[in-house]
């Protein structure tokens, strides 16, 4: 059974610290691992990592994949209080057709001002 | 933002009755999804659809059905609610190019309760 697991669930933290967001998984035919920031509605597609692009960075997020050990990292830097969210990551077992993303649970981060 | 609406956005309801969720979108695309998202759980793919009266099972099927006879019109049903059926309802839609990874946008979720 293809499973994600995020961590930590929950973390607060002040305003211009550096967070860390962990994601692991085990899938089989693994394709590619997604980011997804999820406010108060629909989730947003942040980053996809797959076996071609293992590095990715938009401002001040990052993202690298490990496929040799199966994780997957989120850095945010300098935080602001529009970073808080919940934080998906989910896998991609298939890259053709009907994609049916596996979830991990989600982190919940919150930036104090 | 994508054109994807749900339809209801809150409801409801009691156990026992039938619930139907409305998905609907405007991108002409091939693929649509429901999800439920749990605390402690993400996002759980229910059904999905690859075309229309084309439909297969997620990993949390038990309990929904799904329809879906027009390109723009994905609907799910729990055809007897019950209380751990309440949850928040994403429908998602994707396109179908072959080699990429297909972006799944959102709508903009449902809110159930089962009472």
């Known amino acids: 059974e293809d499973k994600v697991v995020q961590s930590p669930l929950s973390l607060v933290v002040h305003e211009g610290d550096t967070v860390t967001l962990n994601c692991s998984y085990e899938?089989?035919?693994?394709?590619?691992l997604l980011w997804y920031k999820q406010e108060k509605k629909a989730p947003t597609f942040l980053f996809m990592l797959?076996?071609?692009?293992i590095e990715k960075k938009s401002g001040r997020l990052s993202s690298i994949l490990d496929k040799k050990e199966l994780f997957s990292i989120l850095n945010i830097t300098a935080t602001q209080t529009g970073d808080s969210a919940i934080y998906l990551c989910a896998v991609v077992p298939i890259i053709q057709g009907a994609q049916k993303l596996v979830f991990g649970q989600g982190t919940r981060l919150t930036i104090n001002p | 933002d994508a054109g994807i609406t749900q339809s209801p956005r809150h409801k409801v309801t009691e156990t026992g009755t039938p619930v139907t969720l409305r998905c609907h979108q405007t991108e002409n695309h091939r693929y649509m999804y429901w999800y439920r998202q749990d605390p402690g759980h993400g996002l759980r793919l229910i059904h999905y659809?690859?075309?229309?009266?084309?439909?297969d099972k997620g990993e949390v099927s038990d309990g929904y059905s799904v329809s879906r006879s027009k390109t723009e019109d994905f609907l799910l049903t729990l055809e007897s609610a019950t209380s751990s059926q309440t949850s928040v309802y994403f429908c998602?839609?994707?396109?179908?190019?072959?080699?990429?990874?297909?972006?799944?946008?959102f709508g903009p979720g449902t809110r159930l309760t089962v009472l």
């Open positions: 998602a839609i994707s396109e179908s190019k072959r080699g990429s990874y297909n972006e799944q946008f």
């Open positions: 899938v089989t035919n693994f394709r590619s």
């Open positions: 659809s690859y075309g229309v009266k084309d439909t």
């Open positions: 797959t076996s071609s692009g």
